[in-house]
């Protein structure tokens, strides 16, 4: 009988209004100063016989025939089938107001059946944007995180030995055409919308500049006259405006995570006066198969006759019990642990409660 032990994990995630003011730089997102996704698809070499298997990883001998030719070495028609190389994807973000021989990590993962990249070196390897541009040379030593080992009947694998880093890895070859010093207006976009929050930015900018420089234009959206700020030039005016601080909100909110069995609740959760009643079944099957052999001398074979016994028993479970209706999250957190259930079943409990219109917050499952 396998046994699961379950970890039930209840964080106390405050409130934002609980946790003082916050730098407007940390609630919003500045509209044209973002990153750029790069790619591109590269050789790594050095491998200690960890490397793709050219029969299953066809794209590996390409890669590096192709390569080799560029590097004056023709290799048309000749079989060769290394073990210490590996087809890989390179990833990068290009940061805003990144400029040329500025240098970025880069994130290196395997394509093939390679076993590890531990040790191995990425050879230079252009990086192309979503314009199919190429923005960055990749190259360097890889920083894998994982380990294996192998044996004859057995194998041992921790973390992700497939994957891996190069710190300052690629250089910056080209830079991405946006003049900043020519916007006259901007739009903050806030990483979780919020009319009140909202609203305080806006009187917290206004106030700063003495005039009326921003509008809230929706739940998640504030315009900002750069002209009328009055500024040397828009990096001026955001320089001014990050540094100030905002009370912010956000929506009452409970997570779950039924593989972990984590549930996280927000500040303002609440639930109203609700009782609960929980009981479990338990499901118990044993099998004992049983080999009959047949009579000495006599004609037959041995066979096996399937043996099972199934018992379903009721546990006790918790009754019926109350909940009062909490204000606060400690008070919330100190209800349901008077349960006394396993994690999954506080899950259900929730899900219920939920349902009953008793849970006064957004209820998130993963």
């Known amino acids: 009988m396998r046994s699961l032990v379950l970890a039930c994990l209840i964080l106390f995630m405050p409130s934002l209004l609980w946790a003082g003011p916050i730098r407007i730089k940390d609630l919003v997102e500045f509209d044209g100063v973002r990153g750029n996704d790069l790619v591109g698809t590269g050789l790594v070499v050095g491998l200690n016989g960890t490397g793709d298997g050219i029969r299953n990883a066809p794209f590996t001998e390409e890669i590096m025939a192709n390569l080799l030719e560029r590097l004056g070495v023709n290799v048309a028609g000749e079989e060769y089938r290394p073990k210490n190389v590996a087809a890989v994807f390179v990833t990068a973000t290009l940061p805003a107001f990144g400029r040329a021989g500025g240098r970025i990590d880069v994130t290196v993962s395997a394509i093939g059946d390679a076993k590890s990249l531990l040790g191995g070196t990425l050879i230079m390897t252009p990086l192309n944007g979503a314009d199919g541009q190429i923005y960055a040379v990749a190259q360097g030593t890889i920083l894998a995180g994982g380990v294996s080992a192998d044996g004859n009947a057995a194998r041992v694998v921790q973390g992700v030995p497939t994957s891996g880093a190069i710190p300052s890895g690629a250089r910056i070859e080209r830079e991405v055409a946006f003049d900043f010093t020519t916007l006259t207006s901007l739009r903050l976009a806030l990483k979780t919308p919020d009319f009140t929050t909202a609203g305080r930015i806006e009187s917290a900018i206004n106030a700063e500049f003495g005039r009326p420089i921003a509008a809230m234009l929706d739940a998640g959206t504030l315009g900002l006259d750069l002209a009328a700020a009055g500024m040397a030039s828009p990096a001026h005016v955001l320089a ?127």
């Open 240 to 366: 001014r405006i990050e540094g100030l601080t905002v009370e912010a909100t956000s929506r009452a909110r409970v997570v779950v995570d039924q593989r972990s069995g984590t549930i996280v609740m927000g500040e303002d959760v609440r639930i109203g006066r609700v009782a609960v009643a929980q009981g479990g079944l338990t499901l118990r099957i044993e099998e004992s198969p049983m080999v009959v052999q047949p009579n000495p001398f006599s004609e037959g074979q041995s066979i096996v006759v399937p043996r099972s016994s199934a018992a379903i028993s009721k546990g006790p479970g918790t009754g019926m019990a109350e909940i009062s209706g909490g204000t606060s999250l400690s008070e919330v957190v100190a209800g349901l642990n008077a349960l006394g259930v396993a994690p999954y079943d506080m899950i259900d409990i929730l899900k219920s409660i939920n349902a009953a219109g008793a849970l006064h917050a957004e209820f998130v499952v993963n």
